[in-house]
Structure formats: C-alpha cells, structure tokens
C-alpha cells in the first residue's frame, strides 16, 4: 500500500505517516501550515532533526519493574529496532537517550545524575512510568518524587508499568517532538522546583 | 534428608568456604595488598550485566578476585513503611513491586499472612487459580531469568526467544487480570474477580505448546561446549555453607539439599498435585541453570494439572465484614450496605496478632511478617527477601573466582534487587 | 518439641499455629546456640525489628480484634472494643528460625529491648545474620555488638536517622490536588 506522505496532505514537514494517522500533536499544536514560520528552520536542521529521530540511541538505564516493559519492547513482539534503537548502549557516552524506568530512590539519584551528565548533546530524557514522573505510589523518605527533580525530562510516560505500547508511544511522540524542531529539554527548561 | 551443621563455639565448622569475619565480604589481606598491584573496580549500579543496580566493589589481583564488597540499597523504596499508611485492602498493592519478576508470590504472601491472622478459608477455586497463576509466574520469572544470564554470558539471540515466551505468559496475565504486570488479583479471602471466560482455553494452548519451546531453548545451552566452560564448576557452594549462610530454592537444590517449600509445607493446593522437584549435587552455576530449566517443566506439568481440576464455585469467600459483598445485595439488604460502606471507608480490621508465612517464590523462601495491632492498618509489615541473602553468598561464591566468573555468579544467585532493597 | 531447656527463656508462647519464644538479650547466642545445636534449627529464615511506640494508642482493636481469633458465628461473645494487650519494651527483635528437618519445624525467637539497649550478634551462629543485622541496625537503630561490619546497608552512608522508627516521619511531599486552587 503507497504510504501517503505529509506533502500529500498539502504540509510540509517530512515525516513518515502510516495510513490512517493524521498530523502528529505537536504539528497539530504549532499548526501545520505556519511550521517553519513558527520555528524558523532551515532546510539543514530539518535534516538533521529527522536524522536524530531515526536512530536514537537509548541508554541502558533500567532499574525496576518498568525496566521488564522496557527490555520488552526490544523483544520480537514490540520490536524497537524498526526505530532504529535497539542498539541499547551501555555506555552513557554513546547514548542519545535516558530511558529512567523505574524507580529512583534517593541514594540513587547522584549516580543518574552523572549518567545524564556524561552524556553527550543532545540528548533526551523520557521518564518511564509513575515513579519516575512523580514518585508513584511511594510518596515516602526513600523516593525521589519525580526524576525531573534533577534531571529535565522530555516526555513523561504514565503506567505502573507502562505497557511497552505506552512506551513506544512515548518514544514516537519524542521523534514527533524532534522532527518538528522543538529542542530538548535542557534547552527549553530546567530541573523542576 | 537435610544437612544439619553442628558445631563447636566460635568455629563455623571445618571445610566451610565461608569468609571471616564477615561471611558476606571478601577482605584482601594485608600483606597481599601490600605486596601485589590490586586494582579496586566499581561494577557501579548501572551496569548492563547486574540485573539492576547492584554495586560491587572487586579488587583485583590480575584476574583473580582477592576482595569483593557487594553495596546495595540503590533501589529503597520503603516499601516496609508505606504499607504501615495504608488499610489492609490498599496495602495489598505494594507487596507486588518488590520482586517484579515474581509479582503475584509477593502479593500471595502477605494476603496469605493477612488471611492467617483473620482465620478465613478461602474457597477451592480461589485457592486452586492462585496455584496455577503462581506457577505462571514461577515460569515468568524463570524465562526472563534465563533470557538476561544468556545474554550476559553472550548467548544473546536466547534473549529474543525467552522475551517472545514471556510475552505469551503475560498475555494470559492480562486476560485474567487486567494488567501484563502487577495485576494485583488476590485479595484477602480468594480472588478479586471471577476467571473470565476464555482464560482457561487461553493457558490450555499456552500448557500445551510450552513444553516443546522449552526444549527448543535446552538445545541451545545444555550440551554447548561454551556454555559448560562458562558455567560448570564455577561459583562452588556447598550444602552445609548454603544452609548456613540462609540459602533457599534454586540456590540451595543445586547443592543437593532436597528442600522445597511447596514439598515440605505444602500451602494452596500443592498438597493434591503430583510433581517432582529437581536437586542436583554439584553446587555450580551449571546446576543451577539445570534446575531453574527443570522448574519450567514442572510449573507447565502443575499448571496442566491446576486446569484439570480446577474446581468451580465461588471466587471469594463470603465473609461479608472483609470480602464486599455483590452489588445486588445492596438494594435489598441493610446489613450489606453497612458492610460495604464500612469496608470502602474505614477498612476491614485484622486481629491483634504476629504471623510470619513463607511461601516459594522462584528465588526461594519469600517470607512475610505482619504485626496487626486489630486496627484497619497494618502495624509492621517485613519482607523475607531470597535475593538479600543470596547476595550474602556472593563472596562465598566467589572464593577463587575470576573477573570473568563474577557475571555468572551473580546472574545465577537470580537476584532482584527490588528484592534486596524493598 | 519441648523449648524447656532453653537457656534465658522467659515465655513460650503459641498463637495462629506458631511458637513463639522470648528470651534474655544477654543469653540469646546461647539460645540460639542451644536452638542450632540441640534442637536442629540450622536455617536461620529473617531478622525482624519491630518498633512499638504508640501501640494500643492509635485506633483500638475493634470488633474484631481479640489474639485467640474471631467467632463469626458468636459475634456477641467478643467485646466490642478493646486496647490490644501491652507490650513489655519499646522494641522487638524477631529471629524466624526453620528446622530443616520432615516435618519441618519453625518457631520464632524473640527478645525484648529499650532504645539504644544493644543486641549480640548471631552471626556465628548463622552466618546469614550479617546483613539482616545491619539492616535492623540501619532501619531501626538497634545496636548489633559483636557485628563485625555494622554500617548502613540500604539508605546512604551519611544517612541521619532510623527510617523504620515510629517517630521517623513518611516524609514525601504534599500531593496538590487540582480542586484546590
């Protein structure tokens, strides 16, 4: 079946659709039609955005229950590698993208903080379910109430755990995020209060 | 039977591979520091091959490991102290996070406990579904266990196979429950909900075709000849050490102590099923391999037994003052309605009382404490965490080891740090 | 089984099927010697702490709440509210120890201990006592002597604190809820 391009629709900007999803929320948000006028991109950053999106490296990151979803969506059923990411790097020096999944307890949080740091720019974080999002159900002394206290998080992915279709979910959203031109978080704002 | 250690005071006992002081940290000694070039590596907690954050602190002597401090703690969640906050009812949700793999043998022992101190029975059917999804988790636990220790060990495409079987297994988790993961199905008196309609034809396919995929996955690793280089005769635990440092399941049948929780204190209907329980005498990883392989075969027997005989009835028992009683009965009865608003806002109450009930969880004897003050919450609650005392065995393990030893060491002790750190 | 040779034994108690044993702190490794020995519990199964500050304070032991269990077919025969029974100090320890033996054979060992009152070791009795001990040390603030490696285990090195502790707040955050504004 022909897969119709964003260009048959009359919009520009060059993404992959499959045949019956529309625009994605973030060109519906910014408007279509005004997507370059909005964010003035050129030609070049469009290119590379759509080059960052297609092979995102995630980092290997996993901490709890949510790390099994996460490690489920590398498995055949939930393939990621048709994004291009199943090179889940051990390294956070090669890696494009945190995948915090999990939670993250308080004696934790400096060594997740470094691995944010050594990685390089750009970079994204996605914070996978509700313990990192908000703390989850352990509003305690032990749990860091949401991972965006030290690190600044792109896309939040509710679930306790998220099925890896909320995850995947999350993940495309990301690209949408990316191929529309919005930067990273660190850029757009900070850690939380 | 089993191996009893005894002893004269102040020794642990001849032949013990045990490290002292501390039975759970290899020390490098004096001179050897002095005299060698030790390298002190930090296997921090983020690292591909420890199955979560576990931090091990190894020095090393070339590729001999001298000193080995295992740090935990990485992923505390309170766990303990959250659920003294919570009624009864709304407690039950946590148990199920503490070991991830095995979630629905954490969450049977505290209602188990919670249903010792209350003294009710639950009925044939809830207590003979409870045993089949048990076992579906015991072969959930062990396929995600034997995908991630192939992996580390370099047999990676097990991992797409062992992940594609999980899938199917979690299917019928979320036919029956809701949720692939954490379905929190099991309440105080029986079930939450009835089975619904199609989950027993569902596990019956699933019954039938596992036990052919299992074998699949033995060719790949039982007679490898890289696989038995890797694993046979390392990480050496012997019977007596294993009792004595608190080993259990798996850990402890691979070094020949015959001790299975379902065998032994029979709980749920294990008492009525036939199955055999593997032991194996060597006490290297290898063994434990064969017996976690060995264990899927057994939980796919135990599961078809559970379908043949799964009784019918009610799911729940009707103990209105802790079980809700079926919305019908709320329009026609006074007594009912009183009980469901009691039970919805304050809680049902749980008589004054201590009980500790140990059940066999995929990484062995998962214990639950509970202390009840007869208030709608609970006053202490403690887990029995298996991977918490398997890390203690690391050091013994790792006695004469190399570098290379330790990921299969450690991946074979199966530990979850949710476990460890609760 | 008879525990009347137990060394330091103040109580034996049963209750919901299991036996509970309270002893002396000061004889505890020679119980649990004796237990180990004589008596064949040789797997120590968990070290559990216990903090009961505020016990029989809070919400009483209700309708349903009486030690020997409840009659649902008497309901009148139980009192209606009821504070639960003292208890003798402020904290508990609680050894789970398991017979390997057929049948098997489980009972508790208990002691009883005020704040900062110390504890001796097992752990050369059970090796595996080692981080169960350094837990309640960590959790509870209950001083192991004898442990040769007593630091904190699961909250961080500099941690201030006994978490567990009744009077140790949950802490968290306030959770703001949308209606409120």
Redesign the interface.
Known sequence: MAVKRLKDYGLKSERLLWPTKGPGVFEQELGVEDLEQKLMLTTLERAVAWSQSKSMWPD??????C???M??I????YDIARFGMEAFR?SPRQADLLIVS??V????AA?LRQ?YDQMLEPKWVIAMGACASS?G???????L?GVDKIVPVDIHVPG??P?PEGLLEGIIRLHEKVVAGVPPAYEIRGVAE | MAVVARNQPGVIYEGTRIPSPIPSMLVVPPEVRESDDILTVNFGPNHPSTHGVLRLVVDLDGEDVVGLNALVGYLHTGFEKNMEHKTWWKAITYPERIDYLAFQANEYAFVAAIEKLLDIETPPKATWMRTLLLELNRIHSHLIWLGTAALELGAISLLWYCFNARDLVLDLFELVGGTRMHTRYFQAGGLAEDVPRGFFTECRKFADTFPSTIDQYETLLTNQKIWLERTKGIGLLSAADAIALGQSGPVLRASGVDWDLRKAEPYLAYGELDFDVPVYENGDVYDRYLIRVDEMRESVRIVDQCLEGMPSGPWITDDRKVVLPPRHELHTSMESLIHHFKIVTEGYRVPEGEVYVTVESPRGEFGCYVVSDGGPKPWRVKFRAPSFVALEATATCMTDALVADMIAIVGSLDTVMGEVDR | MTFDGLPGLVEARESFGETTLVVDPARLVEAARHLRDELGFSFLSDITPTDYLGWGEGSAAGYYGTASGRDINAPGSQALARTPAPKPKRFSMSYHLLALTSPPARVRLQVWLDDGEPVPSVIEVWPTADWHEREAWDMMGIPVTGHPNLVRILMDDDWDGHPLRKDYPIGGEPVRFSGEE
């Open positions: 290997q990151f996993g901490l709890s229950c790390a099994m979803e490690i489920a590398v498995g055949s059923r051990a999990g939670r307890s308080h004696k934790m060594p691995i703390g159900m352990f509003n305690n002394y032990a749990v109430q306790c755990p099925r």
